[in-house]
């Protein structure tokens, strides 16, 4: 009988294990499924021309700039800290390179239900606060982020045009120190433009963005 109730007990731990042990892997299987699917772009990828309305009401797509030798896209917003610390260097981003054939596209990927400071009214406000030199675009139905890839505000993707295609070149932060631009040691953004704009390949291709996650709808 004791030798019964040993073999039962060890039964019934082995099922209490055997049941943790296909929880925790369908939660990883889950886990793995939803980081592919925002996995997004990576460097040397096409990407896809999306149209947008901007702050004015107008839509814009990339295809709008047809002088253009590629861009800085970058999904940004109204609300997060990180995002308020790169204002200023994305409207110099935009003023030192869109004269050069790379100009600023800005996103706002957050729905305005999940953080209504990044309501698209709010958009035109911050905009005309900050003098904005360039489209403030707002992800309407959040399908544009998750194409690119986009997990931050700010994250940056720059492109450039090969025969007729937008091509990613580089994928992550603006620079290294979001709180202080003066102590800025490394301009990823910068030195990938410079670097196409001379012809050169690109040396930092992919860095981790730092910002605030995209709040999307619930």
């Known amino acids: ?29 889950n886990k793995k499924e939803n980081v592919s699917s925002v996995k997004g772009y990576e460097v040397g990828d096409e990407a896809a021309d999306f149209k947008l ?26 609300h997060c800290p990180y995002a308020k610390k790169y204002e200023d260097r994305i409207i110099e981003l935009d003023k030192k390179y869109k004269a050069q054939g790379y ?52 994250h940056v993707f720059v492109l450039k045009k090969e025969n007729g295609k937008n091509i990613v070149k580089y994928i992550g ?16 953004v910068q030195d990938a433009v410079n670097a196409l704009i001379k012809g050169d390949a690109v040396k930092m291709t992919k860095t981790v963005a730092i910002g605030c996650t995209i709040k999307v709808k619930k």
Do not use: W
Request: net charge neutral; glycine share 8%.
């Open 1 to 29: 009988m004791k030798n019964l109730k040993i073999v039962m007990t060890a039964f019934i731990v082995g099922l209490g294990l055997l049941s943790f042990t296909t929880t925790d892997h369908d939660k990883g299987k």
């Open 53 to 78: 309305k901007n702050i004015d009401g107008k839509m814009v797509s990339l295809s709008d700039f047809k002088s253009a030798k590629g861009f800085i896209v970058v999904f940004t917003c109204n």
């Open 103 to 154: 100009p600023v596209i800005a996103i706002n990927p957050n729905d305005p239900n999940a953080q209504p400071e990044d309501g698209y009214q709010q958009m035109i406000e911050r905009a005309k606060q900050k003098g904005f030199t360039f489209p403030y675009l707002v992800d309407e139905g959040q399908k544009i982020y998750p194409q690119y890839g986009a997990t931050k505000t700010p």
């Open 173 to 188: 932060a603006i620079d290294n120190n979001y709180d202080n631009p003066n102590d800025v040691s490394e301009y990823y």
